[in-house]
């Protein structure tokens, strides 16, 4: 209690400057109070949204559940909704199925982006397993329609996303990466013409696929898959789409970091005592070889290619240095270093498969 007195006493000892200062704190009080509640208001009125927006998901006018889809995608890139998914996982992924089912073009892009934000937020674990599960087939039947790039675009990226985070082994990887193979080599029956993907939709499923090649062991892959995938690539810097060139670039520069043309002779050696495998294997090696030294001559000439009519000097710059870092890398070993900020801490990058991770998550985001 004496302590109490004591307080009180020096309280109205001071004099009007300090008397000020109380009242100035007091004030400051007040308002931090203020501060805080508003905060807490804003938060209620975040949760309070994003449910008003998965009730919007019920209703049948199309128009209204783009718009919701869109400000749950938005609210998702704001900040994190770890709270929101966790108590509305199950109702958010089964209602954005449902767009992907009956939904326009614009409705499934939407549903799409949100499915693979949601996959992000759940980190790995049992319920990224479920999303994966639970969204391939229906990613896979919606595929096979390419009414829309934009449509496709997202139903892509976000069967990487929600593989690269859900998947549980290499077989569920090999099984997304050969979808989205399909979607570049389309073949729907004997007498049936498949629409030609365009140049936009191969950079995406390039890119795509690559992103999912950076979690698997090149081990698993014979050297006659690796084969058929250079010469599909290498075809593919000869395009005129500077975007297509430089996936391509990426993609067979990840190749070759993670294929490794050692395994592929060590394969060819390995079968001596059986003369037709052993040949078959040569065969495949010197191939190979010969389609390493093709990649690199069309990738130095990239490297240096001038400028045509018409060209974006930022887009030639760019494929410029993106060539000559895989040149360089295929030539020396060397693979580009890059560091990239995120929350104030560097992330650094040393292969060719870190730096394709990192831009994936980036352009997703």
Request: glycine letters at 6%; one cysteine or more.
């Amino acid at each position: 209690m004496g302590k109490r007195s004591s307080q009180k006493k020096n309280v109205a000892m001071l004099d009007s400057d300090d008397a000020s200062s109380v009242s100035s704190s007091s004030s400051t009080m007040r308002s931090e109070n203020m501060v805080f509640s508003n905060v807490e208001e804003v938060q209620v009125d975040k949760d309070s949204l994003l449910d008003q927006c998965l009730d919007a998901l019920y209703e049948k006018r199309g128009s209204t559940r783009e718009k919701a889809l869109s400000s749950i995608v938005e609210a998702f890139n704001n900040s994190l909704q770890h709270e929101f998914v966790e108590n509305k996982f199950a109702t958010l992924l089964h209602q954005c199925l449902n767009s992907i089912k009956k939904g326009s073009a614009k409705e499934i892009a939407l549903a799409s982006h949100v499915i693979g934000l949601l996959a992000l937020t759940i980190g790995p674990g049992e319920k990224a397993q479920e999303i994966l599960e639970e969204s391939l087939s229906l990613i896979s039947e919606a595929l096979k329609s390419r009414s829309e790039p934009s449509k496709i675009s997202s139903l892509l990226e976000c069967l990487a996303i929600i593989t690269f985070i859900g998947g549980e082994g290499p077989e569920e990887t090999e099984k997304s990466m050969q979808i989205m193979w399909q979607v570049a080599h389309p073949k729907l029956g004997p007498n049936v013409a498949a629409a030609k993907p365009s140049p936009a939709m191969i950079t995406t499923v390039v890119s795509a696929w690559s992103f999912l090649l950076t979690t698997v062991d090149g081990g698993t892959f014979n050297s006659k898959s690796w084969q058929e995938s250079i010469s599909y690539f290498s075809s593919l810097l000869d395009k005129e789409d500077r975007s297509l060139r430089i996936a391509a670039g990426e993609a067979l520069a990840l190749i070759f970091e993670i294929g490794s043309l050692d395994k592929f002779s060590a394969e060819a050696k390995g079968s001596s005592d059986i003369s037709t495998e052993a040949e078959n294997g040569q065969r495949q090696l010197v191939h190979i070889q010969g389609l390493r030294t093709k990649v690199l001559n069309q990738m130095s000439d990239l490297s240096v290619e001038a400028g045509g009519k018409g060209s974006a000097k930022k887009d030639l710059n760019n494929q410029r240095n993106t060539f000559r870092d895989i040149v360089e890398f295929l030539e020396d070993g060397h693979t580009p270093e890059t560091s990239v900020k995120i929350g104030g801490e560097s992330l650094n990058t040393t292969t060719w498969a870190q730096l394709i991770q990192v831009y994936s998550f980036f352009i997703y985001l």
